[in-house]
Nanobody, 125 residues
Framework: QVHLVESGGGLVQAGDSLRLSCTVS????????MGWFRRVPGKERESVAA????????QYADSVKGRFTVSRDNAKNTVYLQMNSLTPEDTAVYHC??????????????????WGQGTQVTVSS
């Protein structure tokens, strides 16, 4: 059984930073692309960032480029999303995802192989 558990969300003010963590159990993390998505009620989910199994390749949505950084520690089976200069538009539930392809870890058209329950991030103005 594979579990992805996100943590690190909370209520912050605009301009603050947060670091989200996603810990994976049940699989060797290095075999998977890991992605971060966010969901806002009434809106389509958005792929925010993704990272390859080795960590050598990363990609970001234009809306977060330069502010968010995705990283991973395969020894700890954990992926991180460092979020800086947060704005109210970043308010969402953030989910991590695991898939054996980059497409699966970033596509909004189909669910990834594994998906966490999410952590709420709220940014006040």
């Amino acid at each position: 059984q594979v579990h992805l558990v996100e943590s690190g969300g909370g209520l912050v003010q605009a301009g603050d930073s947060l670091r989200l963590s996603c810990t994976v159990s049940g699989r060797t993390l290095s075999n998977y692309y890991m992605g971060w998505f966010r969901r806002v009620p009434g809106k389509e989910r958005e792929s925010v960032a993704a990272i390859s199994g080795s960590g050598g390749h990363t990609q970001y949505a234009d809306s977060v480029k330069g502010r968010f950084t995705v990283s991973r520690d395969n020894a700890k089976n954990t992926v991180y999303l460092q979020m800086n200069s947060l704005t109210p538009e970043d308010t969402a539930v953030y989910h991590c995802a695991a898939d054996r392809t980059i497409m699966g870890a970033t596509s909004i058209l189909s669910p990834p192989e594994y998906w966490g329950q999410g952590t709420q991030v709220t940014v006040s103005s």
